[in-house]
């Protein structure tokens, strides 16, 4: 006969009930993986990061290459050597480069930012010699053939079509507006626009790589198992340096609109909800309140019980969620605050977030502090459990000035975070002032309430944006 209970679980409740709860033990140390640092006679830095146990390897290679450097009128140009790369070298040209990494297993990809290309391998540990060898050839001998350039403009113009009916991306774009000045390329979208890719041709794509796409200023990062003995002779031998290239950590100052109570508005006229981003330019890494403001953004909007969800989602019902964090950047960092609200409490719902967001109101409790502290802190192991992950944020480290060191020395900081510290981090480095504001929706409706909020309203089309 069966000795299971009544209950089907097959648990003894006279020993285990099922109302129980398990004791939780303190989590066992963790620490950021170390690193080793060479440099190559061609200026690259090559970064080993070993991490036993993990058999994906990750080759991330960072260039200096910031999407300031693009020519103003083939913005996009950057992104489009990036999608364009790996779809055929000069050796493996056309679907062959696709075929050799397919049978390696490997897969590539990577990303074009305001101060910083990516470009990266993520194969199994068997096969990281030979992946380093393509990820080289990809990089230094890419075809950029003018069919291939040519499909992936038209679907940076998809992307652009695509974002013209996006609410998030239009709040972004309107924000972005507002925070940097006109004429940086930060106010523009980081795939260029609707001019600026009429104006791409593949010769424009070819001599953008030819001239950008150098190891001096650079950083290759392999991470995983046994990557202390990895090889990197396909890089060894590259050459080329940014001299009178400009430097990608110039900021500008100032941005353009009134803090605080200017509004640009991206009209949508179907849309039935309001999305917002309110956002300013802050210190970065370097200023020693950055723990502190990290942990203030999580006890204000980065958590589901933080300050902003619970006023706007649980107590008000006015938005499914409200987000915010502080971002760095290379040099400096932006503090970011985000929702979708519905229309017709959109202005209450702006309103409502920007007092909770000013010093003004109520400090951060002792509690508030220790809960957003605590998940900063305790997420850390599971935002770096892979080679992928460990790999990028070193290679953004690198490329900032900093080493992998940093991680541990930050976490460390963010732990001995109190109130008193939150708190002063958030008056000053977060003033009513310094807000922007980005809005899309349907502006028949949302305008006249902005207004009547106090706000000034400037009302445009997606098209202004992204043309």
């Not at 910083?116 to 540990?125: E, F, L, N, Q, S």
């Not at 892979?386 to 900093?402: D, F, Y």
Request: glycine fraction near 12%; include cysteine.
């Amino acid at each position: 006969m069966s000795s299971v209970g009544m209950s089907g679980t097959g648990i003894n409740s006279t020993v285990n009930p099922l109302n129980a709860r398990p004791e939780v033990s303190a989590a066992s140390p963790w620490e950021f993986p170390s690193a080793t640092i060479e440099a190559l006679g061609s200026g690259l830095e090559v970064v080993r990061v070993e991490m036993p146990g993990q058999q994906v390897v990750t080759a991330e290679l960072a260039l200096d290459v910031p999407l300031a450097t693009e020519p103003r009128a083939t913005e996009g140009v950057a992104n489009l050597v990036l999608s364009t790369s790996d779809e055929g070298t000069r050796d493996h040209p056309g679907a062959a480069m696709a075929e050799a990494m397919e049978r390696i297993g490997a897969g590539y990809d990577g990303s074009c930012g305001l101060t910083t290309t990516h470009a990266g391998i993520d194969v199994p540990r068997s096969n990281v010699e030979d992946a380093l060898v393509l990820l080289a050839e990809v990089v230094r001998r890419t075809e950029l053939a003018d069919d291939d350039v040519m499909r992936q403009v038209a679907q940076a113009r998809a992307g652009l079509a695509q974002a013209a009916q996006s609410g998030p991306a239009l709040a972004g774009l309107a924000v972005a507006r507002q925070v940097w000045p006109l004429d940086h390329r930060a106010s523009r979208p980081t795939g260029g626009t609707e001019s600026s890719l009429d104006a791409v041709t593949p010769t424009a794509v070819r001599a953008f790589h030819e001239a950008m796409w150098r190891p001096a200023g650079g950083v290759l990062v392999l991470a995983g198992e046994g990557v202390s003995s990895v090889g990197v002779e396909a890089f060894e031998d590259w050459t080329g340096s940014r001299e009178g290239l400009g430097s990608a950590s110039e900021v500008p100052a100032g941005g353009t609109g009134a803090g605080g109570r200017r509004v640009m508005l991206v009209d949508r006229p179907d849309a039935v909800q309001a999305d917002v981003r309110v956002q300013t330019r802050v210190p970065g890494r370097d200023d020693p309140l950055w723990p502190g403001l990290k942990v203030a953004c999580g006890a204000l909007g980065g958590t589901f019980g933080s300050r902003l969800n619970t006023v706007l989602r649980e107590e008000k019902g006015w938005s499914y969620g409200v987000s915010m964090f502080a971002q760095a950047m290379r040099v400096g960092g932006l503090a970011t605050m985000g929702g979708a609200f519905r229309t017709e409490v959109a202005a209450q719902a702006l309103v409502a977030g920007l007092e909770l967001l000013g010093p003004a109101s109520q400090p951060l409790s002792g509690a508030e502090v220790v809960s957003a502290r605590d998940h900063a802190v305790g997420l850390a192991p599971l935002q770096y459990d892979t080679a992928s992950a460990v790999a990028h944020q070193v290679s953004v480290l690198e490329m900032s000035g900093l080493g992998a060191a940093w991680v541990d020395e930050h976490l460390a900081a963010m732990a001995s975070v109190d109130a008193p510290t939150a708190n002063e981090a958030w008056e000053t480095l977060l003033p009513a002032s310094a807000w922007r504001i980005g809005m899309a929706g349907n502006a028949s409706q949302l305008a006249p309430e902005l207004e009547a909020a106090g706000f000034e309203v400037e009302v445009v089309e997606p098209g202004d944006l992204l043309g």
